[in-house]
Nanobody, 122 residues
């Protein structure tokens, strides 16, 4: 069982920055990868960033160059630094983890956080 809890300031103006955090706890084995997904109003949940145990990171084209995923190797806390935010980044953001999956397809995710709302105003 893995427990994920997201946190972070949830409202900003366009062009601003936010950092989301995700605390990983109650795990028996370190997940093979962790990721951030988001779901905008009226949209399907989409993958935005993943990080793997070797430190490699991947980002969706829509956020590449603006968002950075990192992980604290001491306690495995996951972060998402979001810069140059746009109104279209408004969404519910979810932390996710997978033991053996790719952390890109939602179907590969074993554990989800409860979600945290991010609102970007124009």
């Amino acid at each position: 069982q893995v427990h994920l809890v997201e946190s972070g300031v949830d409202s900003v103006q366009a062009g601003g920055s936010l950092r989301l955090s995700c605390l990983l706890s109650q795990y028996d084995y370190r997940p093979g990868c962790m990721a951030w997904f988001r779901q905008g109003p009226g949209k399907q949940r989409e993958w935005i960033s993943s990080i793997y145990t070797d430190g490699a990171a991947r980002h969706a084209y829509s956020v590449a160059g603006r968002f950075t995923i990192t992980q604290d190797n001491a306690d495995y806390t996951l972060y998402l630094q979001m810069n140059s935010l746009k109104p279209e980044d408004t969404a519910e953001y979810y932390c996710a983890a997978s033991v053996y999956g790719t952390c890109i397809a939602a179907g590969s995710i074993d554990y989800w956080g409860q979600g945290t709302r991010v609102t970007v105003s124009s």
